[in-house]
């Protein structure tokens, strides 16, 4: 099991430069979980992709389909005072703390591009490319 952060479901879910890294990391351990405000974001990202027209309409509705698919069940809701504790211990946003309190709870490594998390968190992130290998 580990956790992945949005930037490594987009990469999943979303045609792009790193999209081989992410399937490679998807093969070597398919049993990603996340936070419930993964959704949120990747609604974010979409919406980015809508108005830029990299995506259709029903390109973006597929992508959400196929993701929440995914974590339907891996989702977990994480206690304020663990994203806190990270928060207190870093400059990351509450967002990104969010993630790592969850790698925390669970014992496991958080899997991210987020060049600030990997610099402050090193101990519990692992870049997808790393992890990929």
Request: aromatic residues 12%; contains cysteine.
């Amino acid at each position: 099991m580990i956790v992945v952060d949005v930037n490594t479901i987009a990469y999943f879910w979303i045609p792009g430069e790193m999209s081989k890294l992410a399937e490679r990391a998807f093969e070597k351990d398919p049993d990603w979980v996340t936070t419930v405000l993964w959704k949120s974001e990747f609604r974010n990202i979409l919406t980015g992709y809508l108005r830029r027209n990299q995506l259709t309409k029903t390109q973006v509705m597929k992508c959400l389909d196929n993701a929440e698919s995914q974590f339907d069940g891996k989702e977990y809701v994480i206690p304020s005072y663990q994203v806190i504790d990270a928060v207190s211990q870093s400059t990351c946003s509450a967002y990104d703390c969010e993630y790592v309190a969850l790698a925390k709870d669970l014992k496991v490594k958080l899997v991210t591009s987020d060049k600030q998390i990997l610099d402050q968190f090193p101990k519990r992130a692992v870049s997808l490319r790393a992890f990929a290998k």
